[in-house]
């Protein structure tokens, strides 16, 4: 079992924490008092969360290649230390929330991919497939988890939010709705950008 390590107490995540939606509001004063210091915070948080993170895990996971090493608990775990370690996050709802852990969960996967290459010196990087509703590249197959993240980074520099969309779309599996309110924007504008970052995406992974 891995845990998370808050000073002064330790937050068991596991499957049995994994049922349960919890209500918007208790879910808000839990990450305030979480980003306040409240260190009973996170533990009675994680029954709220753990479904909804462990969801965006398996959906970040979604098609991978074989010979990956992470499953979706594992990448719930490393992305909770990363949260853990967000000392100056000021959290302020759910939304925000999982729109933090889908930074973390990219950020895992793409160390992941980095350490596997560097061990097969320079062999191929790990594969995903952005499917359903997630894909960001229409009609891609596989591709490499890390020529995915140069592409959000480059494309980051040119327009940090549609780089965004496609990592809540993508490492969240947030629908276009989520986003728009991730995102604090109208649901036309979500989908105008959407479709102008696929495209975008996909002539930078098929250049």
């Given at each position: 079992?891995?845990?998370?390590?808050?000073?002064?107490?330790?937050?068991?995540?596991?499957?049995?924490?994994?049922?349960?939606?919890?209500?918007?509001?208790?879910?808000?004063?839990?990450?305030?008092?979480?980003?306040?210091?409240?260190?009973?915070?996170?533990?009675?948080?994680?029954?709220?969360?753990?479904?909804?993170?462990?969801?965006?895990?398996?959906?970040?996971l979604r098609g991978e290649g074989q010979g990956h090493t992470l499953q979706a608990t594992a990448?719930?775990?490393?992305?909770?230390?990363?949260?853990?370690?967000?000392?100056?996050?000021?959290?302020?709802?759910?939304?925000?929330?999982?729109?933090?852990?889908?930074?973390?969960?990219?950020?895992?996967?793409?160390?992941?991919?980095?350490?596997?290459?560097?061990?097969?010196?320079?062999?191929?990087?790990?594969?995903?497939?952005?499917?359903?509703?997630?894909?960001?590249?229409?009609?891609?197959?596989?591709?490499?988890?890390?020529?995915?993240?140069?592409?959000?980074?480059?494309?980051?520099?040119?327009?940090?939010?549609?780089?965004?969309?496609?990592?809540?779309?993508?490492?969240?599996?947030?629908?276009?709705?989520?986003?728009?309110?991730?995102?604090?924007v109208s649901l036309a504008t979500v989908g105008r950008e959407w479709a102008v970052a696929r495209?975008?995406?996909?002539?930078?992974?098929?250049?």
């Open positions: 079992m891995h845990s998370t390590p808050v000073p002064g107490r330790a937050v068991s995540l596991s499957a049995d924490a994994s049922t349960g939606h919890g209500d918007d509001a208790n879910v808000t004063e839990l990450l305030r008092a979480w980003g306040a210091g409240d260190l009973r915070a996170p533990e009675v948080l994680v029954p709220l969360v753990y479904a909804e993170l462990r969801r965006q895990a398996a959906r970040a990448l719930v775990h490393e992305a909770w230390l990363r949260l853990d370690g967000q000392h100056d996050a000021r959290w302020e709802s759910r939304t925000q929330f999982l729109a933090v852990a889908a930074q973390m969960m990219r950020r895992v996967l793409v160390d992941h991919a980095r350490a596997r290459r560097a061990l097969k010196r320079g062999g191929a990087g790990t594969q995903v497939t952005l499917g359903d509703a997630t894909q960001a590249v229409a009609g891609a197959d596989d591709m490499d988890v890390l020529a995915l993240d140069d592409a959000l980074a480059r494309l980051a520099t040119i327009d940090p939010r549609k780089a965004r969309l496609v990592e809540l779309r993508y490492f969240a599996g947030m629908s276009i709705p989520e986003a728009a309110t991730a995102l604090g495209m975008w995406l996909r002539r930078e992974l098929e250049a």
